[in-house]
């Protein structure tokens, strides 16, 4: 046999389990805040440089979000960004910049995880729409992120992209 260049498959979903299984473990953290750790601000990178907080409810974060961040947006766009953010999310242990620049695999195993400056305790789609939003272009990426984080927070994702939409104009 000659040599074929190449990941095996089954290398690759062990990963992804593997990942899996380490997001589920920073999920069962649960919080009573949302911000960084010791009580520190929150950060909305992937929207914005913009640090609040911290905030003792999800409704708070929220009015800040839609308060301070999309103040310039004229009444009915705002309307609609406040319905796509609701309230009744578990707070959970985030590291929010999970992609695979920030992880290191040897041996087909997961050695590390790195870039834990955006960690903290955030409403559980969070870690789900950071990673789709650092999304790069790469042929699998959407199946193999599936595998880690499975599809779960679809109206959180359309209304916090329609909210950094909103941002940037």
Do not use: C
């Amino acid at each position: 046999m000659h040599y074929m260049p190449g990941k095996r498959l089954d290398e690759k979903l062990s990963i992804a389990s593997e990942l899996h299984s380490y997001i589920n473990q920073l999920r069962d953290l649960k919080g009573d805040y949302i911000g960084a750790i010791d009580r520190g601000k929150a950060v909305i990178g992937q929207i914005a440089s913009i640090e609040g907080g911290p905030f003792d409810s999800e409704q708070q974060f929220n009015d800040f979000i839609l308060g301070d961040i999309v103040k310039s947006a004229p009444d009915m766009l705002r309307n609609h960004a406040k319905f796509a953010l609701m309230d009744d999310h578990e707070i959970v242990f985030t590291h929010a910049d999970f992609s695979p620049r920030n992880t290191l695999i040897e041996g087909g195993r997961v050695t590390a995880i790195l870039d834990w400056e955006y960690a903290g305790w955030y409403p559980e789609h969070w870690e789900y729409i950071q990673a789709l939003w650092q999304q790069k272009p790469m042929p699998d990426r959407p199946e193999y992120l599936s595998r880690i984080l499975p599809p779960r927070y679809e109206r959180e994702y359309i209304g916090m992209s329609f909210l950094a939409r909103l941002i940037r104009h």
